[in-house]
């Protein structure tokens, strides 16, 4: 891929005028031949970085962006340490297997001190993880039985986030993708059951919905798949991809049935830095027992003169979001995660019921399982949803506009996440610019905008053809 670059790729990088006594450029595409006094290149890079979006404002993405400054300075401090060196920085990987530990038992697994997990960059890495257990297991039983491991498959909703359609593609699995279906935007239990044979690896619930929040029925689906055992002796295990909703679900829906207390679910995977309040970079993935995550695909790296195992794709990794993670579950607590979370589906539920009233919107959710909602414009309206997300761009606001999959390509959304930090009052100024972008676009013509404009598609981008 080429960088993109609006101005002439010939033009240098400049200093002035901020540096008005010299005359200071450097070359855009090469390393100079000297380099730049410190504050110069501190200067020139902050300055760059102030076309980019508030990311306070950004109400497209799921990530964390505020954190508490105490965090803040424990990420710094560890800003030196490799979360590989388990040897060197035991206290770090200590910290790590004690968040484990945590979240199976946030999770219910039946023995939290027998669940096997990681951290990872992010739920991308777990995920990937998640799948190759699924996809190694199913290979094992296969081989065992004297059967065919050609031709795995693995079962999802068409609405998975992208790193499933990145999963299927480079472990060369095939994915069968329920489609929506009217009111259904998600993954059905019996459309699930119906798609998988002797070659389904597993079947993936999500826990919160990329495209509306909503949460996918996970007992159902592992009720459909006892059914399917029952009936034809495929046993079939589920992951549960809970980026978002296994930090929200234990903490404000303490009586879902969703995680390890369902038989059926092998596997869990949390964004840290989504719902779980720490910075981008890091990821949880669990497995309920040895038997869910086969021996051979872990690693043993060196740790306090014995071996300790890993399971990653990456070997190098930053140790301040792990930490970062440990403290923030030490400071919060069940009951400070859960003032957090309430507070943001309480702020998600007023500000959709809010937006339904001024008239042209529909809602799709309203923010009452993930703290987030997808709405869509009337068709009566002389103006899209990609019109709307122009609208509010004009202000600051990030809030993308994008058309669903099969068999609902016919709905353009517009989706808002409501994060830590994105309190009633700044909901309040986010409505009262909505309001006011109204009125200009109520005098349009018709539409402007169509889904050739959405920049920012926020995990809901369709995958390459394959
Ligand atoms: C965000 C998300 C992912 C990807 O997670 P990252 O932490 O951004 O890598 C996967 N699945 C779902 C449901 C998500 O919301």
Redo the contacts with the bound molecule.
């Keep these: 891929m080429q960088p993109t670059e609006p101005s002439d790729p010939d033009t240098p990088v400049a200093a002035n005028p901020v540096f008005g006594d010299e005359p200071i450029t450097v070359p855009r595409f090469e390393l100079s031949d000297g380099g730049l006094n410190p504050a110069v290149a501190y200067q020139i890079v902050h300055d760059e970085l102030m076309l980019d979006g508030n990311a306070r404002l950004n109400l497209a993405t799921?990530?964390t962006t505020w954190e508490e400054p105490l965090a803040r300075r424990l990420m710094a401090e560890s800003f030196d340490k490799n979360m590989i060196d388990k040897d060197e920085y035991p206290r770090t990987a200590d910290l790590e297997q004690r968040c484990i530990r945590m979240l199976g038992d946030l999770w219910h697994a039946p023995d939290p001190s027998a669940v096997l997990g990681c951290s990872t960059?992010?739920?991308?890495?777990a995920?990937m993880l998640g799948g190759l257990a699924l996809k190694r297991r199913w290979q094992h039983r296969r081989r065992a039985a004297g059967l065919s491991t050609e031709k795995p498959n693995i079962v999802m909703g068409i609405n998975?986030?992208i790193?499933?359609d990145k999963f299927a593609n480079y472990w060369d699995v095939e994915p069968r993708l329920v489609p929506m279906d009217g009111h259904r935007l998600h993954l059905g239990a019996a459309e699930a059951a119906a798609l998988c044979d002797e070659n389904t690896i597993g079947v993936v619930a999500?826990l919160?919905?990329?495209f509306d929040g909503s949460y996918e029925p996970v007992a159902e689906i592992c009720a459909a798949l006892d059914a399917l055992e029952q009936r034809t002796g495929l046993d079939i295990p589920v992951h549960v991809?809970g980026?978002?909703g296994a930090m929200i679900a234990p903490f404000c829906d303490p009586d879902l049935v969703w995680d390890f207390r369902l038989p059926r679910v092998a596997s869990i995977n949390t964004?840290g830095?989504?719902y779980g309040l720490v910075y981008p970079g890091v990821?949880w993935a669990l497995w309920r027992d040895a038997d869910a995550l086969p021996d051979d695909l872990v690693f043993k790296v060196n740790y306090l003169g014995g071996e300790m195992p890993t399971f990653a794709l990456n070997f190098s990794r930053p140790g301040g979001q792990v930490i970062a993670q440990y403290y923030q579950f030490l400071r919060l607590g069940r009951r400070g995660y859960r003032r957090v979370q309430q507070t943001c589906r309480d702020v998600a539920t007023s500000l959709s019921a809010k937006i339904a009233a001024l008239g042209p919107f529909t809602l799709l959710t309203d923010g009452s399982e993930l703290p987030v909602f997808a709405f869509t414009v009337r068709p009566d309206q002389p103006f899209s949803a990609f019109d709307v997300s122009a609208a509010l761009r004009e202000r600051g606001w990030l809030v993308p506009a994008y058309t669903f999959p099969k068999n609902r390509e016919d709905i353009a959304a517009l989706r808002i996440v409501v994060r830590n930090g994105f309190s009633h009052d700044l909901a309040g100024l986010l409505l009262d610019d909505l309001g006011r972008a109204l009125e200009t676009l109520g005098r349009q013509t018709g539409p402007q905008r169509g889904p050739e404009t959405a920049g920012f598609a926020h995990?809901t981008e369709k995958p390459p053809a394959r």
């Design positions: 799921f990530v960059t992010g739920s991308s890495e995920c998975v986030q790193c499933w999500v919160g919905s990329t991809d980026a978002s964004s830095h989504k990821g995990g």
